[in-house]
């Protein structure tokens, strides 16, 4: 089974400020996300990726460079970028109180109508970003590795999806950390969620089939 590893871009001036920060949005990582993203850098050293697939928006862009290096080689794919929130992106999180599908969008994400304010529906989001996790592991070994760089909706939501969750049950737990590691497996039945939200103050806590996923072999 080929390994994907899933990491959230760092924090970024927007994230910082407490504002939506979807599809439609980009601003730079703050001293505290490029700090993170090389910290994450270095956890990951030991790791060769066979692909890197990363969100055409900066903020991940950026933070797969300082994980990987400037002049590695990966591959933007627009699949990846984060879900779009339309009339909310960018604006302060008190922003969609009033909104009718405020409710929905943090509770009940089966059931947002992300179309009534002209963003995308966790589902769409859904259907398109499953098709790039299934890309980015096509041909590999079973032993390879791909690496993903991208959003704490859509990597939180979708992996979920595809290993088993139903999608009215994803926001019932916290989005992923900015600058942190999931790993899934594929297999032809389908995903395996193998680690979730790894970071490197938390490493040394995971357990011992975990720490391998950051060594040389596992």
Known sequence: MAYLYLVRHGETQINAQGRFNGGGVDTPLTAKGVASAQQLGRMLRPVTFARIEVSPQQRAISTAKLI???????????????????DWDGQPGDFARSFAEYDDYFHHPDRFDGHAIHAETYQEMVDRATAAYRDAVAG?????????VAHGILLSIVSQVVTGTPLGQTRDQPLLANTSVSVLQNDAAGWYKVAWGVTPASLPQQSEAVRQLFMDEH
Not at 68 to 82: A, H, I, K, N, Q
Not at 140 to 148: K, P, S, T
């Open 140 to 148: 590999l070994g079973e032993e390879d590795r791909a690496l993903i």
């Open 68 to 86: 990987e290096g400037p002049d590695t080689p990966m591959t933007v794919d627009d699949r990846l970028r984060e879900m779009r929130l339309g």
